[in-house]
């Protein structure tokens, strides 16, 4: 497997406009995890996913952020108007039960 | 631009010594831990786990430590090397595989 896969690997957008990151988890996993890394806040956890089902999107900053995730391999994070301080780096990141989590290369997000 | 940062704790250490990397964590009810090593530009990579009925588990050149008395957890680095040069998270696993980690420490090997 070629691991978890983001894309793009960099993003430079305009404040106010949508910004789509994609993820393609590791094949035969059942959680799926959406992180978002800064200097001011460390590795903060945004979302994460059960068999497709979101379970737990308290970290989500509001709600101009939204993520889906229509089959099971292959998941979105939006945000939609994107703002300067949504500038950070984002991860994707993909486990079975109980065991480690596999991260992606990450998304390099910067609102201008 | 961002005018006040996360500040990293920060262990220097010569090359070929030991290392000790330590995190405190937040739940008791946690029952799954994970080290991470993140190296400049890349995502985190799967250092050791240990469970909560283990205290102590070894892999190569690295030892996982677990206090659960005081909820902590210490990451050893024998004979340490400049390709251990990263940033270390500790992760704790929470009830449904929620899976959160701790701010980080960098480690810099000195040659």
């Known amino acids: 497997d070629a691991g978890v896969i983001q894309s793009p690997r960099h993003e430079v957008t305009e404040m106010g406009q949508e910004v789509t990151l994609r993820c393609k988890p590791i094949?035969?996993?059942?959680?799926l995890f959406w992180y978002r890394q800064t200097m001011m806040r460390g590795l903060e956890l945004l979302i994460y996913?059960?068999?497709?089902?979101?379970?737990?999107d308290s970290g989500m900053p509001e709600d101009r952020f939204s993520a889906k995730m229509p089959n099971a391999s292959f998941s979105t994070l939006k945000i939609q108007p994107s703002e300067p301080r949504d500038s950070a780096v984002y991860f994707c990141?993909?486990?079975?039960?109980?065991?480690?989590?596999?991260f992606g290369q990450g998304t390099r997000l910067t609102v201008v | 631009g961002e005018s006040v940062g996360l500040h990293l704790p920060t262990l220097s250490v010569q090359e070929g010594d030991n290392s000790i990397i330590n995190c405190a964590y937040s739940n008791s009810a946690s029952d799954y831990f994970i080290w991470y090593k993140q190296e400049s530009g890349k995502g985190p990579q799967f250092i050791i786990d240990?469970?909560?009925?283990?205290d102590k588990r070894q892999g190569q050149r690295v030892t996982v430590l677990l206090n659960k008395t005081v909820k902590h957890l210490s990451l050893q680095i024998a004979a340490t090397q400049p390709g251990d040069s990263a940033v270390y998270f500790c992760a704790e696993n929470i009830s449904g595989n929620m899976l959160t980690f701790g701010g980080g420490t960098r480690l810099m090997v000195k040659p």
């Open positions: 240990i469970r909560s009925n283990m």
């Open positions: 996913f059960n068999n497709n089902v979101p379970i737990d």
């Open positions: 990141a993909s486990r079975m039960l109980d065991t480690e989590a596999f």
């Open positions: 094949s035969g996993h059942d959680y």
